[in-house]
């Protein structure tokens, strides 16, 4: 069993960075798949990064790449959003998840991830 727990986070202006970490405990994600997924209101959960479990392979959503970056303590036991140049559109909860996963992180839909941390607000706002 894998617990996830979320830290950073909060209230930042627009153009501006937050650095969002999620602490595994119980196993480290070393054989999973990870990512972070966020929600705004009124929306479904979208991925937003992951990493393969299996070559490493990252993958961004399109409306993040060049301003997020995805990135693992080398244990990995710790994984890490920054989050760059940060727009309004980027408010939301955000979430890290992990799943033991066969395929390329990034043809699975957030419901496919099993472990997930509490979410944490990320507030875009000036």
């Known amino acids: 069993q894998v617990q996830l727990v979320q830290s950073g986070g909060g209230l930042v202006q627009p153009g501006g960075s937050l650095r969002l970490s999620c602490a595994a405990s119980?196993?480290?994600?070393?054989?999973?798949?990870i990512g972070w997924f966020r929600q705004a209101p009124g929306k479904e959960r979208e991925r937003i990064s992951c990493?393969?479990?299996?070559?490493?392979?990252?993958h961004y959503a399109d409306s993040v790449k060049g301003r997020f970056t995805i990135s693992t303590d080398s244990a990995r036991k710790i994984m890490y959003l920054q989050m760059n140049n940060l727009k309004p559109e980027d408010t939301a909860v955000y979430y890290c998840a992990a799943e033991n996963l066969a395929l390329s992180c990034n043809v699975y839909a957030p419901r496919e991830f099993g472990y997930w941390g509490q979410g944490t607000q990320v507030t875009v706002s000036s």
């Open positions: 990493i393969n479990s299996s070559d490493g392979g990252t």
């Open positions: 119980g196993s480290s994600l070393r054989s999973l798949a």
